[in-house]
């Protein structure tokens, strides 16, 4: 006899890292899936932790640049800037117009060297290897001039309160000018490799959506939060600096999907080579730092400041205290990733296990910065 | 000119260089020095510039909002910021996101501080629609049970922010959905981030850690 006998499934749990290639890092995450589908997911951080906090607290003002080169690794100039605007809005200095400029020329040079990174990496979790080839190469032109800049590959320790550590190299400026016409090449030809790419299209479009309230809500920023078709970017919104004099596009998505924050990264890239060529015309001669007493070991007049720059991988915030001293009292990093990935679980909701991997891609994290 | 200007006090002009430039020779020798308490400037930093009037606008705003709920405020670089009670934060935050005169949408960052003398919790908060900031700051007075209520039921992003103040502070966050440790390891007592926890590796004995050699810099 044939009974009819209904089918149990019991949920499954899948553990994801921390050693995993996929992660960027070492992060861990647990997947409670039914079949092939996710049904929640556990994130697991702090295996990079190394009390950024607690050091900042027992350092000089400007040794604690050097962790923020640490935090997030492949964006160390914006991470620079964001803390000595804080510092220096405590100290009532301001930077030289040469040094404003300076800054934000390397600010967006390593917001393209960090999207280049995120783009190849990014191909190949969508399994395309070659992305990355062409991605290093054109990370490797600018990765030279940084190198001229300030000695280091990667961990700069280039700006200082009140400007500059030095004055940049001679013939930087025009190297700069020679080599953006062939990063824009070379930004289209990575374009055409991936966009467009009929796989690429099937593995993201539609993948790991989430709407622009729940992002809010999550307080995801960056390109995670302008995918979701919310035109926010603080160089415009709470603008710092020189922005406001500067003209650039704010480019976002419209379904807040995977897809969509690749390709406002690909966008944003070329909006900061435009960025870089007005600064590039409008740069002047003169003094690379404003001469502030006791330097380097200076005193910051007691008082509090909130400053946030926007970063490549979203808002990077700095909570600064200061009681008087050579040491700050309090240094509270508001991290762009460790924020967009408290959203992980709501955007791997429903989604296939094997699209686990695109979402987290996607976010483009850097656990340094999310376990400082 | 020198010996003109030193002409008056004689004693005094020959001292004072003295000390000085110990100072400065003191100050390249030995970089870190200990942070000794600053004079006292004559306009606080966060004072010099005047309030923007965004700012002064959302003052207004908040104290409408606000009704029955006691805050002292203060304009910070010329952003608001206000103080308030530890057993108002959940009420004032609620008001906040849903009061439509205020609309902040967004936790941007909450932050834990160790005051030697006090705790206190900072919210910095945004608004997309209106393009403002404020702060608040909840003064937590009880120091050996310091404690305030969570406000993940109004902002999700306050999770592991109030899940890192928990651990490295010992702050309670009574309402949290699971106010487990995130960053440090499993069985750590230590609040690291407590001023009286001095800069010392917390594993240093344990097995397993290997020690630094003497002499090894």
Redesign the interface.
């Known amino acids: 006899m044939i009974t009819e006998r209904r089918l149990d499934t019991v949920d499954m749990h899948i553990n994801v890292g921390p050693q995993h290639p996929a992660t960027h890092g070492v992060f861990r995450m647990v997947l409670r899936v039914d079949g092939e589908r996710i049904v929640d997911c556990v994130p697991y951080i702090g295996y990079l932790h190394r009390g950024f906090e607690k050091l900042a607290e027992n350092e000089e003002f400007q040794e604690v640049i050097i962790h923020l080169d640490r935090t997030d690794y492949i964006a160390q100039f914006n991470n620079e800037f964001c803390y000595l605007m804080a510092v220096e809005k405590l100290l009532g200095v301001k930077p030289p117009e040469r040094a404003e400029y300076a800054r934000i020329i390397l600010a967006e040079l390593n917001r393209i060297v960090s999207h280049l990174m995120f783009y190849g990496a990014f191909g190949g979790d969508a399994g395309a290897i070659t992305p990355f080839l062409y991605a290093f190469r054109e990370r490797e032109r600018l990765q030279r001039l940084f190198e001229s800049v300030s000695g280091a590959r990667l961990m700069h320790f280039y700006f200082r309160a009140g400007g500059l550590k030095e004055d940049l190299p001679e013939g930087f400026l025009e190297e700069v000018r020679r080599i953006l016409p062939v990063l824009k090449q070379g930004i289209d030809e990575c374009d055409t490799l991936l966009t467009e790419n009929e796989v690429f299209l099937s593995r993201t479009v539609g993948i790991g959506a989430i709407s622009a309230q729940e992002a809010i809500d999550y307080g995801c920023t960056g390109p995670i939060l302008r995918a979701c078709g919310v035109r926010e970017d603080v160089r415009r919104s709470d603008p710092y600096s020189l922005y406001p004099t500067l003209d650039f596009d704010v480019p976002v998505g419209k379904k807040g999907d995977t897809f969509d924050r690749y390709l406002v990264r690909v966008q944003e890239m070329r909006e900061s080579i435009r960025i870089v060529e007005q600064c590039l015309d409008r740069i002047p001669e003169g003094p690379f730092r404003t001469p502030i007493p006791r330097y380097p070991h200076y005193r910051v007049d007691p008082g509090e400041v909130y400053v946030h720059t926007e970063n490549p991988r979203g808002d990077y915030g700095i909570y600064l205290i200061s009681r008087g001293g050579v040491q700050p009292f309090r240094v509270k990093l508001r991290s762009p990733c460790f924020c967009n990935l408290m959203a992980l679980p709501a955007m791997l909701r429903d989604a296939y296990v094997a699209d686990a991997v695109m979402v987290l891609g996607s976010l483009d994290i850097v656990l340094g910065e999310v376990d400082r | 000119m020198a010996d003109e200007e030193q002409g008056p006090a004689p004693e005094q002009a020959q001292e004072q260089p003295q000390p000085a430039a110990e100072a400065t020779a003191a100050?390249e020798v030995r970089?870190?020095?200990?942070?000794?308490?600053?004079?006292?400037?004559a306009v606080?930093?966060?004072q010099?510039e005047p309030p923007k009037p965004e700012a002064e606008a959302l003052a207004a705003d908040l104290a409408q909002a606000w009704e029955g709920i006691a805050f002292e405020q203060r304009f910070?670089?010329s952003d608001l910021e206000v103080t308030i009670a530890p057993q108002d934060v959940l009420e004032a935050c609620r008001r906040c996101k849903g009061d439509s005169r205020l609309s902040f949408?967004?936790?941007?960052?909450l932050?834990g501080?160790?005051c030697e003398t006090h705790f206190e919790v900072?919210y910095?908060l945004?608004s997309?629609r209106d393009?403002r900031?404020l702060?608040i700051r909840a003064r937590l007075e009880d120091r050996d049970n310091p404690a305030v209520a969570s406000v993940v039921s109004v902002?999700?992003?306050a999770?592991?922010h109030e899940r890192e103040a928990a651990e490295?502070f010992g702050i309670d966050f009574p309402g949290h959905p699971n106010l487990t440790?995130?960053?440090?390891?499993e069985g750590v007592e230590e609040r690291?981030?407590l001023k009286s926890?001095p800069?010392v590796p917390i594993f240093a004995d344990r097995p397993g850690v290997v020690q630094q050699p003497e002499g090894v810099p």
């Open positions: 100050a970089p870190a020095a200990r942070p000794r308490p600053g004079q006292a400037p606080p930093a966060g010099r910070n670089f949408d967004w936790l941007m960052c932050s501080v160790d900072v910095h945004y997309y393009h900031r702060t902002w999700k992003g999770d592991w490295m440790p995130l960053l440090l390891e690291p981030l926890q800069l």
